[in-house]
């Protein structure tokens, strides 16, 4: 519910001030809270599972759980590792941009940045952001 009003704000106001970057930031705070929440689900049903497995005995329960923990727990490293990627990118861009004195590089690695750091603020989970954001960038 929060991220939708926060979400929707910003939507709103990119609209009206016709700043693409706005509505972009949306997208992105919207796909985190929805992947966040993909992931809390899987990690409390797994969570559940081995619980009623392990009480009840049910093998085949409690390897279900196991798996949703092991998926869930996988996803959060690699979301990890994906924004470490993305924010080590953006300051790679931006340090090459400066050096080189190119500030078309410099704007487009600070916005990247800035946008994941919005991302990240807003949504207080997993942050997703797609490179379709960066493509409508260029539009």
Do not use: H, P
Request: charged share 30%.
């Amino acid at each position: 519910m929060l991220g939708g009003t926060i979400g929707g704000t910003i939507s709103l106001t990119g609209k009206l001030t016709k700043i693409k970057n706005a509505r972009l930031t949306w997208r992105g705070i919207l796909n985190s809270f929805l992947y966040t929440g993909e992931i809390a689900g899987e990690f409390i049903a797994g969570g559940g599972d081995v619980a009623v497995g392990a009480i009840k005995k049910d093998k085949a329960r409690l390897k279900k759980g196991t798996g949703s923990l092991k998926s869930s727990t996988t996803k959060i490293v690699k979301n990890y590792v994906t924004n470490f990627k993305l924010i080590g990118g953006s300051g790679m861009e931006i340090a090459n941009g400066v050096m080189k004195r190119d500030k078309v590089r410099v704007i487009k690695g600070g916005k990247r940045l800035a946008k994941i750091i919005a991302v990240g603020m807003l949504s207080v989970g997993a942050i997703k952001i797609d490179d379709d954001d960066e493509k409508e960038d260029k539009k």
